[in-house]
């Protein structure tokens, strides 16, 4: 999906980013891996989160869906096609997330989103413009 999302084509981008937030809106309805009905148990199979200088465990379904969308954004060879598909995917995630679930973790989605528009940009790459 990541190819897709890197694709010079802003429909095939659309398309893909459409289809990833939905995949994500799907994780965060049924989230696997985060335990049963009693409560999140810590450190028994959670997902890995592979940030830049650090590495963490998720331990919300959201950490882990903003990782999938944070960490190839951030990546020091993202595109800038890639970097719009990604952030397409996140503002379908948002439009499709619960009004309970944006409130409780505002201040952790604008933290991510603050993190992804501090990132630098590549300009040896210039991106869909024919020189």
Do not use: I, Q, W
Not at 25 to 47: D, E, I, S
Not at 54 to 68: Q, Y
Request: glycine share 10%; aromatic share 4%.
């Amino acid at each position: 999906m990541t190819k897709a999302l890197d694709d010079s084509s802003n429909a095939v981008r659309a398309a893909a980013a459409l289809s990833l937030s939905e995949v994500l809106l799907a994780a965060l309805a049924r989230p696997a891996g985060f335990g049963g009905g009693k409560g999140p148990r810590r450190g028994t199979g959670g997902l890995k989160l592979s940030l830049p200088a650090k590495r963490a465990e998720a331990s919300t379904p959201l950490e882990a869906v903003a990782a999938v969308l944070v960490t190839p954004f951030l990546k020091a060879g993202a595109s800038r096609d890639l970097r719009r598909g990604l952030a397409r995917a996140a503002v379908g995630l948002l439009h499709g997330m619960r009004r309970a679930e944006f409130e409780r973790y505002a201040e952790f989605l604008l933290n991510c989103f603050l993190n992804m528009a501090a990132a630098p940009v590549d300009a040896s790459k210039p991106a869909g413009r024919a020189g």
